[in-house]
């Protein structure tokens, strides 16, 4: 596992030059050592309490996830539902900042909304058929003062949906395995 220690700090706000600047290296870098771009990064939860609740860290802050009320929580614990689309919010608009910013469009606000469909027949097992997890996703971005043509709106969204990690894996999932230790 390779870990990419923060070993400078960058002035903010990042504009064109500076962004380009610190991606060069990890670029040419990549191009050089490929294998020095597969990153392996780690979620971890506790699920230490009593509670019907999995405690995960962030890096910012602990976060204790919990039952959505429509599956019997009480509401007091995050849903793990509502934390995919947050992580996908994120995503996007890191990407979409981060692509402006290299396209060199002042994109200086705005909102990310993500909003996703689920049917909890599927999640506590009262239809077998019904799918389990999001039917629908949709992600809506509303830029706020940014005069971009037409042609510049369809690149930043291309871009931004090709880039953003998140929307890639939620469109092709990855083989994953479970175990139970």
């Given at each position: 596992m390779v870990r990419h220690p923060v070993d400078k700090i960058y002035p903010r706000p990042v504009d064109t030059q500076t962004l380009r600047g610190i991606q060069a290296p990890l670029k040419q870098q990549y191009r050089d050592q490929p294998d020095s771009a597969v990153i392996t990064l780690l979620a971890e939860g506790s699920l230490d309490g009593a509670d019907v609740t999995c405690s995960v860290q962030t890096g910012r802050a602990l976060v204790e996830a919990g039952l959505h009320p429509a599956s019997g929580g009480d509401g007091a614990a995050a849903c793990s539902g509502d934390m995919l689309l947050q992580a996908l919010v994120a995503c996007a608009g890191v990407t979409l900042r981060a692509v402006a910013t290299s396209?060199?469009?002042?994109?200086?606000?705005?909102?990310?909304?993500?909003?996703?469909?689920?049917?909890?027949?599927g999640t506590l097992g009262v239809d077998k058929q019904?799918?389990?997890g999001f039917s629908d996703i949709r992600l809506r971005f509303d830029l706020a003062g940014a005069d971009l043509d037409d042609d510049q709106r369809a690149a930043l969204l291309e871009l931004t949906e090709r880039y953003c990690v998140v929307l890639q894996t939620l469109r092709t999932p990855p083989t994953t395995t479970a175990t139970l230790a």
């Amino acid at each position: 596992m390779v870990r990419h220690p923060v070993d400078k700090i960058y002035p903010r706000p990042v504009d064109t030059q500076t962004l380009r600047g610190i991606q060069a290296p990890l670029k040419q870098q990549y191009r050089d050592q490929p294998d020095s771009a597969v990153i392996t990064l780690l979620a971890e939860g506790s699920l230490d309490g009593a509670d019907v609740t999995c405690s995960v860290q962030t890096g910012r802050a602990l976060v204790e996830a919990g039952l959505h009320p429509a599956s019997g929580g009480d509401g007091a614990a995050a849903c793990s539902g509502d934390m995919l689309l947050q992580a996908l919010v994120a995503c996007a608009g890191v990407t979409l900042r981060a692509v402006a910013t290299s396209m060199g469009l002042d994109v200086s606000g705005g909102t990310v909304h993500a909003e996703g469909d689920l049917d909890f027949r599927g999640t506590l097992g009262v239809d077998k058929q019904t799918l389990v997890g999001f039917s629908d996703i949709r992600l809506r971005f509303d830029l706020a003062g940014a005069d971009l043509d037409d042609d510049q709106r369809a690149a930043l969204l291309e871009l931004t949906e090709r880039y953003c990690v998140v929307l890639q894996t939620l469109r092709t999932p990855p083989t994953t395995t479970a175990t139970l230790a």
